[in-house]
Every structure is written in C-alpha cells, then in structure tokens.
C-alpha cells in the first residue's frame, strides 16, 4: 500500500473513530444518564455502588418512546432500588430528550405524545397529579392492605433506601395468611422492575405511591385501578436488589419526583410520627398511639369519608339517566380533589358524556364522547375541583347518550370526600 493510499485510510479511520464518539446517545443511555443525574442531583448515591441500570422500553412509535427506568441496588440491608417512568422523544440530529415522572417536563411532553405512546386517560393523570403535586393536599391514602383489617408496623418511618431522609416509607406485614397488597388510592399503576416486584401508582391528587418486595404481582401498563385493588402479596423478594429479613411489604410516598416524609401524614386514619431514629416512630388516631411492632387497622382515606349508589338507572338510547347520592355530616364545601369513581355499562361507551352535578346546580364534566370508542364499559375514576359547592346535599351522576343504536345503565359510582 502506497503512502498516499496508507495517510487516506487512515484519515477514514480516524474520522469513523470521531464520529463514533460524536454520536449522539442511544434512547438506552440518554435514560440511564437522565436517571443517574436525578439521582446524584436528590443527594443518593446509589448509582456510584455498581449494580446497574435497567431501562424497560415499554411503548415506542414515531420517534417518541415510554417505559420504566431503575437503578438497581446492591443487595445488601437498607438498600433500595430507585426507579422512575420516563417519557423520550428523538430530536434533530438523532438527540432524545427525556423526562422522568413527577417533573414538570414529563407532564409537558405527555400531553404532546401521540396517544399510542400515551393514553389519554394517561395524559389527565399526569397533568393532574403535576399540578396537584405544588398544592400538598391531604394524601387521601388508605393502607395497603384491606380495610377494616389490621396489620402489624415491622418498620416505623425511614427512608426509601433505610436510615437516610426523608423518612417516606413505612414495613408492614399482616402476620397472617392473607397478605394481599392493595392499592391506597385508586391511580395508574405501572410495572418497575424488568423482573418486578416493584409497583408504582400514580394518583390524580399529586401523590405517588410505591410497593416494594411484591410476589404474585400484578403486571400493569398503565392500568387504572381503583382503592383497594390487588397489587401483589407480601413477600422477600428483591427482584431489583435491596434486602428483606421478613415478609413485608415496603411502602413509600412521593410527591412529584422527591420522596416525602410520612411525619403527620395521615394515611389510613393514622397520623404517623418518627422515632429518634429510623424504623422508629408509629402512628396516632386521636389518643391512640401505637408503635412499632403494634397492629393498624386500616381506616381507609383520612378525611375519606365515602358514599355510594349500587342501584342500575338505566340509559335509553338517545337518552340520559341522574343517579342520586345523598351526602351528609360533612362540613363545609366539598374538596378541591373531589374523587368520583364511575361504574357504567353502555353498548359503544364513546357516545357517552358523564357530568357530575352538585348540590348547587354546578355541572362538572367527567367524560367527553368519543365517537371512535367502542368498548363497552367505563370504570374510571375522576378528580374535580369542587370546593365552590357545599359538601352536604343530593349529588348527580347524569349520564347522557348523544348518539344512537346503543343503550346501557349506571351500574354504580361513589364519591370521596
């Protein structure tokens, strides 16, 4: 090979090589540097120990892609994995821009995802739990597990990852052998981990809470659930590292893309206190306190007082039908994060429109019809702003039909106050 011939290639070599190292990131390290960064930017260390990162693809179309994101622990006592839902889209020059759950970013690009990616449903819980996430409200929270039923605190306040703040989780085990985890608060609930284990439920009211060492889990997508639906069953499983002595369930609380302190929370009727240290602490329902190593009975939602109509009400075709609910003993006007849970059955549920109508006259629209939606049942929960009217008086879920050939009925739906 002549001289020339060796300078050319070897230019070739070198300009491949600085293209190389030029490229943008793939969609694999753009998320894995957005989660590391977030990381080290809320003070952990976790992605310094070496165990890795998982990025779970879960839906990608048209230059926009959807999944779950976790930095593993090692597996060692009071280490805990660190995941987030993150939202991607490819820019100019082959670049991804990429937001995790809780930011306001993440919002923002939800809203402009095409609805393969990100559903619509998916949309109004991301921009409401962003927008209520400023505001701090009452969590609304049960406890994980059923109500009514007792379960014995193993773990009094500490942090998602043991001793460091903020204290935002709590252990606890039903000792027994219904060990059924349940949702505390109806959300979209999302799958973690590539192995799982790890549960992830995004409420409306700017509250996110997370269930660590599932077995028998469900596997979500995005899924709506309800207060009080299966999520999986106590176990020790660490499927994304981390240690667990017992079985248990390790529940957290976040608001936004930071985890918060459980101190004076109530959540399941209890207001919960640390301890001098973490795992201490207990929780207190008027003057009865209790402590680690003492039984909660799950009181459902703090100022969660709900009230129901089971009865059908039918809806003609081209028609509507109101179901009552009688609410009382509440003082004041209703919440700012009014919840309302709607149960209705219809032949092409998309002509439908849902309104809510308080005591007052105000009309709150739920559900816009769809032309193009042809399932045939709607079990959604919804969250209004509806402190201008007064808590107390008959209440109205008005279903109305605006197109024909199809008939169905309110089978139920209850309000949360």
């Not at 606890?172 to 790890?198: E, F, I, K, P, T």
């Not at 369930?249 to 976040?254: E, G, R, W």
């Not at 969250?383 to 008005?398: F, T």
């Amino acid at each position: 090979m002549n001289r020339f011939l060796r300078a050319t290639v070897a230019a070739l070599l070198l300009a491949a090589s600085l293209a190389a190292t030029t490229a943008a990131p793939t969609l694999h390290e753009a998320v894995a540097a957005a989660m590391t960064g977030q990381s080290r930017a809320l003070g952990s260390s976790l992605a310094d120990a070496g165990a890795g990162v998982e990025v779970n693809v879960q839906r990608q179309a048209g230059g926009w892609a959807f999944g779950s994101t976790v930095i593993k622990a090692p597996r060692r006592e009071g280490a805990y994995p660190e995941g987030a839902l993150f939202l991607a889209r490819l820019g100019g020059g082959g670049a991804w821009q990429v937001a995790l759950d809780g930011s306001t970013l993440f919002a923002e690009l939800a809203a402009a995802a095409p609805e393969q990616v990100v559903s619509k449903g998916e949309k109004e819980t991301f921009g409401s739990n962003a927008r209520h996430a400023v505001q701090q409200v009452d969590t609304g929270l049960a406890l994980p597990y059923a109500a009514g039923a007792s379960w014995r605190l193993i773990g009094g306040p500490h942090g998602w990852s043991g001793q460091p703040r903020p204290w935002s989780s709590l252990d606890l085990d039903s000792r027994a052998a219904n060990r059924d985890v349940l949702a505390a608060q109806s959300g979209r609930a999302y799958w973690m981990c590539s192995n799982g284990g790890h549960i992830r439920v995004i409420h409306d009211n700017g509250w996110t809470t997370e269930y660590y060492h599932l077995l028998d889990e469900i596997r979500p997508d995005g899924e709506r659930v309800a207060m009080g639906a299966y999520l999986g069953r106590t176990s020790t499983r660490i499927p994304c590292g981390g240690s667990a002595g017992s079985n248990h369930v390790h529940f957290a609380l976040k608001s936004g893309s930071s985890w918060t302190p459980v101190q004076d929370k109530v959540i399941g009727g209890w207001r919960w206190f640390e301890g001098s240290q973490a795992y201490d602490g207990g929780g207190c329902r008027g003057t009865d306190c209790r402590y680690v190593g003492g039984w909660f009975p799950n009181h459902g939602p703090e100022n969660g007082r709900q009230f129901a109509n089971d009865a059908d009400h039918t809806i003609a075709d081209l028609g509507s039908a109101e179901s009552p609910i009688t609410v009382s003993g509440v003082s004041g006007n209703a919440p700012a994060t009014l919840e309302i849970y709607a149960d209705v059955h219809h032949g092409w549920r998309g002509d439908l429109r849902l309104d809510l109508i308080a005591p007052d006259g105000r009309v709150h629209l739920l559900r816009s019809p769809a032309p193009s939606d042809d399932g045939t049942i709607i079990h959604e929960t919804y969250v209004r702003d509806a402190s201008a009217s007064p808590a107390n008086g008959v209440w109205k879920l008005r279903a109305t039909d605006v197109d024909g050939n199809h008939s169905g009925y309110i089978d139920a739906w209850r309000m949360t106050f």
